[in-house]
């Protein structure tokens, strides 16, 4: 089975553009985390989604961050305007509800840098 | 995650074992888990306790949970120069994982 897919692996942008990450859970899982990861705060979560509802934003860091899961195969964040404190790794990742084990599965992750 | 702490760094020669500690606060979590992160990569679950353990063994890997301290240990035997990697004390809240800063494991020859 393929696991969690991100895209792209690597960005770097400009200060001001516009950046949008994709995700692709793995299928039939029905949560969805976006998570970042810098040095400095470690890893941090973004947001999560339960059957494509956001549940929980609140470590969404502020308004230029935003988040859809327009279908159960997809997710973007987006960053608008983007700054060079948003340079991270980003990851998603996703978790089957009602397992034996809870655990949730990375995907690669996507590395931003903002100039 | 400021719930759970870990130390930052450990350096290890290769064949010794190595032990990463983690305490955590949330009593009520049902699981504590490990996940490895390897450069360049996602994080990886390596192990997990079920919160009614106080031990775990899995080939090299032993984990050993104490619920009054809230302390949980990953103890890896005869450590090898791919155990080096950044590895993560997780804790499940609410369908959500609360994540230590992942202690950089160095194992030099």
């Known amino acids: 089975d393929a696991g969690v897919i991100q895209s792209p692996r690597h960005e770097v942008t400009e200060m001001g553009q516009e950046v949008t990450l994709r995700c692709k859970p793995i299928?039939?899982?029905?949560?969805l985390f976006w998570y970042r990861q810098t040095m400095m705060r470690g890893l941090e979560l973004l947001i999560y989604?339960?059957?494509?509802?956001?549940?929980?934003d609140s470590g969404m860091p502020e308004d230029r961050f935003s988040a859809k899961m327009p279908n159960a195969s997809f997710s973007t964040l987006k960053i608008q305007p983007s700054e060079p404190r948003d340079s991270a790794v980003y990851f998603c990742?996703?978790?089957?509800?009602?397992?034996?084990?809870?655990?949730?599965?990375f995907g690669p992750g996507t590395r931003l840098t903002v100039l | 995650g400021e719930d759970v702490e870990q130390s930052l760094f450990l350096s290890v020669r290769e064949g010794d074992s190595s032990v990463i500690n983690c305490t955590y606060t949330?009593?009520?979590?049902?699981?504590l888990y490990w996940y490895k992160q390897e450069p360049g990569a996602g994080l990886q679950l390596l192990t997990y306790?079920?919160?009614?353990?106080d031990m775990k063994q899995d080939q090299r890997l032993t984990v050993l949970l104490n619920k009054k301290d809230k302390h949980l240990s990953l103890r890896i035997a005869d450590t090898q120069t791919g155990d080096s990697a950044i590895y993560f004390c997780?804790?499940?809240?609410?369908?959500?994982?609360?994540f230590g800063a992942g202690t950089t494991v160095t194992v030099r020859a």
């Open positions: 299928s039939g899982h029905d949560y």
């Open positions: 997780a804790e499940n809240n609410d369908y959500k994982l609360s």
């Open positions: 949330d009593s009520s979590s049902t699981y």
């Open positions: 989604f339960n059957n494509n509802v956001p549940i929980d």
């Open positions: 306790i079920f919160s009614n353990m």
């Open positions: 990742a996703s978790r089957l509800s009602g397992r034996a084990i809870d655990t949730q599965y």
